[in-house]
């Protein structure tokens, strides 16, 4: 059963992403969010709403793959589980709306309502820092859950809103998938 909504006036609306450690690093063959130089030499930002991803970039992956001081993290269905609950609760502390989330093994989506015009750093640091202490308190605690930083793509409208909750309503393998409007879609058959 969805939870209630927040009694908040939502003034804007954030498309958070981020990867767990070590499986999405920037230059990854599948593209990524962040900055690049582009062909030209120029340094280009693909993190804006509806624009493309950076393309692969084999010296920078490696290079950063050469960094990792850890194995990567693929998480499981009873953590991407927990994690919502976390994210429920986190949100509605901060008075904000949580629209939807999807979570594979390797990354983690959010849709967040937000009033005023809070830093969206802010916003996606509470939502992995929690998520740090929900994983942390089921076991095998570590301090490297999630790659540093992450997307961050204000959406301009509604019709934004809409198209980024498709998005995460037809990811691929997810563990998880959760809309304000449907409750919980993936895995199919279980409430929250």
Not at 163 to 187: C, D, F, K, M
Request: glycine letters at 8%.
């Amino acid at each position: 059963m969805p939870e209630p909504i927040n009694l908040v006036n939502i003034e804007r609306y954030w498309f958070l992403t981020w990867t767990t450690y070590g499986s999405w690093l920037p230059g990854d063959e599948r593209g990524f969010v962040g900055s690049d130089f582009d062909d030209r030499g120029y340094l280009v930002d693909f993190n804006e709403f509806a624009t493309p991803s950076a393309p692969p970039n084999p010296n920078l992956f490696g290079a950063l793959e050469r960094r990792l001081k850890s194995t990567e993290v693929l998480l499981a269905a009873a953590q991407a589980s927990a994690l919502l609950g976390q994210f429920q609760e986190t949100t509605r502390f901060r008075s904000w709306l949580l629209i939807a989330t999807g979570i594979v093994r390797t990354h983690l989506h959010a849709v967040v309502g937000v009033s005023g015009d809070p830093d969206p750093e802010k916003i996606l640091g509470d939502l992995k820092a929690y998520g740090t202490r929900c994983l942390n308190r089921m076991g095998t605690p570590r301090e490297d859950w999630w790659t540093r930083g992450g997307s961050n793509r204000k959406l301009p409208d509604e019709r934004a809103v809409e198209t980024v909750v498709h998005y995460i309503r037809n990811q691929a393998n997810p563990l998880l998938i959760w809309t304000r409007s449907e409750g919980l879609i993936v895995p199919r058959g279980v409430e929250k």
